[in-house]
């Protein structure tokens, strides 16, 4: 489920370009966030906080962010890691649901060093969601990157956060986990090994292909070459329309892709299921506190005739208190079916051994 592929050197921009890989259809819209927006952890409700900085978001369902940036250029890419394990955190544990996961770093730091510094430091768990499209648990990993080139990836295979923090993490994928790949990669031709450029959907060869490509471009003469370079990378390493292979999410098509220049602070978005790219200029839209919070219809008003196109920093639409509203008992429905997850698994368990008696 997924490629990221950051570019820290595209002539003075910071280029980063991500695809969304899928089983279904996340029914994906653009939110603008402004600053000062209360936000709950998801989870046990100790930490609480105010949104510092105003963002724009790709989400799932209108319910979680899976990608975004931020007024001051972080960006963040929520991405599938099989070998997820995020524990069983204790009630007095600092926790977040994956629900916000990536929109707490949105919301309150400029730079990857400001995030880093939070995470190693408190120590943060991470409390899974149900995902009701698959009944899978997902298990996620984060990738984030700031205006200045600096990288990290965030795991957690133990229930504690792995963070690996180089302006050299320039690609992030699957499985396996991180340090595996970054082993894999060196065996191949270009990349410091004489294995050739392969060529599958497999999480390690995209991961392959994308490296290679962000090596070997040549320096863009201004941010249209570089955005264009950036989505050619990216699709490269995109997965093809097919069947899906059951219970791996993370060998899914591509549904739509994301690209971002964090410098110049624009943040584009192409679906593969609707045909135009659309676009937002940071310096065109408002964060200040005290502003909407705004949503782009990209499942209605991303169509072939008449539809979204080109720049759409100015079509963002105020979705009222009522859609605001539905929004949030959704996200908070999927916080308490995961934080009574054993519960229901006890009582599925009870119903089934039931199950014999009440047929006789």
Same mark, same amino acid.
């Given at each position: 489920?997924?490629?990221?592929?950051?570019?820290?050197?595209?002539?003075?921009?910071?280029?980063v370009?991500?695809?969304?890989?899928?089983?279904?259809d996340?029914?994906?819209n653009?939110?603008?966030?402004p600053?000062?927006?209360?936000?709950?952890?998801?989870a046990n409700?100790?930490?609480?906080w105010?949104?510092?900085?105003g963002?724009v978001? @790709?989400?799932?369902?209108d319910?979680?962010?899976?990608?975004?940036?931020?007024?001051?250029?972080?960006?963040?890419?929520?991405l599938?890691?099989?070998?997820?394990?995020?524990?069983?955190?204790?009630?007095?544990?600092?926790?977040?649901?994956?629900?916000?996961?990536l929109q707490?770093?949105?919301?309150?730091?400029?730079t990857v060093a400001?995030?880093?510094?939070?995470?190693t430091?408190?120590?943060?768990?991470?409390?899974?969601?149900f995902?009701?499209?698959?009944h899978?648990?997902?298990?996620?990993?984060?990738?984030?990157?700031?205006a200045?080139?600096?990288?990290?990836?965030?795991?957690y295979?133990?229930?504690?956060?792995?963070?690996?923090?180089?302006?050299?993490?320039?690609?992030?994928?699957?499985?396996p986990?991180?340090?595996k790949?970054?082993?894999l990669?060196k065996?191949?031709?270009g990349?410091?090994?004489?294995k050739?450029l392969p060529?599958s959907?497999?999480?390690?060869d995209r991961?392959?292909?994308?490296?290679?490509?962000?090596?070997?471009?040549v320096?863009?003469? *201004?941010?249209?070459?570089?955005?264009?370079?950036?989505?050619?990378?990216?699709?490269?390493a995109?997965?093809?329309?097919?069947?899906?292979?059951?219970?791996?999410p993370d @060998?899914s098509?591509?549904?739509?892709?994301?690209?971002?220049?964090?410098? *110049?602070?624009r943040y584009?978005?192409?679906?593969?299921?609707?045909?135009?790219?659309?676009?937002?200029?940071?310096e065109?839209?408002?964060?200040?506190?005290g502003?909407?919070?705004?949503?782009?219809d990209?499942?209605?008003?991303l169509?072939?005739e008449?539809?979204? +196109?080109g720049d759409?920093?100015?079509k963002f639409e105020?979705?009222?208190e009522?859609?605001?509203?539905?929004?949030e008992t959704?996200?908070?429905a999927?916080?308490?079916?995961?934080?009574?997850q054993d519960e229901? +698994?006890?009582?599925?368990?009870?119903l089934?051994?039931?199950?014999?008696?009440?047929?006789?």
């Amino acid at each position: 489920m997924c490629t990221r592929v950051l570019w820290p050197d595209a002539n003075g921009s910071v280029i980063v370009g991500r695809n969304m890989d899928f089983h279904m259809d996340l029914l994906t819209n653009l939110w603008k966030m402004p600053r000062g927006i209360e936000r709950k952890d998801g989870a046990n409700g100790k930490l609480t906080w105010t949104s510092k900085y105003g963002s724009v978001i @790709a989400t799932a369902f209108d319910l979680i962010a899976t990608d975004g940036m931020n007024e001051e250029g972080l960006a963040g890419h929520i991405l599938w890691l099989a070998e997820s394990n995020y524990g069983k955190p204790e009630e007095s544990d600092l926790q977040l649901s994956q629900s916000v996961w990536l929109q707490y770093y949105l919301d309150n730091f400029a730079t990857v060093a400001e995030a880093v510094e939070w995470t190693t430091e408190n120590d943060v768990r991470i409390a899974q969601l149900f995902d009701p499209t698959g009944h899978m648990v997902p298990t996620l990993h984060l990738a984030l990157n700031d205006a200045t080139g600096d990288s990290a990836i965030i795991e957690y295979t133990d229930g504690k956060a792995d963070v690996y923090h180089s302006r050299d993490y320039k690609v992030m994928t699957n499985s396996p986990t991180f340090d595996k790949q970054l082993e894999l990669v060196k065996e191949i031709d270009g990349l410091g090994g004489e294995k050739p450029l392969p060529g599958s959907t497999l999480a390690s060869d995209r991961f392959a292909r994308a490296s290679y490509y962000v090596e070997h471009q040549v320096q863009p003469k *201004n941010q249209l070459q570089a955005m264009a370079a950036m989505f050619s990378i990216i699709r490269n390493a995109a997965q093809p329309f097919r069947t899906p292979e059951p219970g791996k999410p993370d @060998a899914s098509q591509t549904i739509w892709q994301v690209v971002a220049d964090m410098t *110049n602070k624009r943040y584009a978005f192409e679906s593969t299921t609707r045909p135009n790219i659309v676009w937002v200029d940071f310096e065109k839209m408002s964060f200040k506190e005290g502003t909407e919070i705004l949503k782009l219809d990209l499942i209605s008003k991303l169509s072939l005739e008449g539809g979204l +196109a080109g720049d759409c920093s100015h079509k963002f639409e105020a979705v009222g208190e009522l859609g605001l509203d539905l929004v949030e008992t959704g996200r908070q429905a999927l916080e308490f079916v995961a934080r009574k997850q054993d519960e229901f +698994a006890q009582l599925a368990k009870g119903l089934k051994a039931l199950k014999p008696s009440l047929a006789g």
